[in-house]
């Protein structure tokens, strides 16, 4: 796989994207629960932090 791939892999155990398959094609878009913090111009502290107690895993925290 690519390192595209592996990235994309990483933003979807963060949950920082949503996949959808489509016949052979992963169709990959943002979040909007997690991306909602960024337009509500939050420091990134709280973002992280909001992230963090929303939507990480035990798998995610090894990536996040």
Known sequence: ???????????????????????KQMIYTLNDKAMRALLEHQSIFQVIDSHV?????EGCRKVC
Do not use: A, M, Q, Y
């Not at 892999?9 to 959808?20: F, I, Q, T, Y």
């Not at 107690?53 to 895993?57: A, E, G, H, I, M």
């Open 53 to 57: 107690k929303t939507f990480c895993t």
């Open 1 to 23: 796989r690519s390192r595209i791939s592996h990235s994309l892999e990483d933003l979807r155990k963060c949950k920082h994207v949503v996949v959808e398959k489509k016949g």
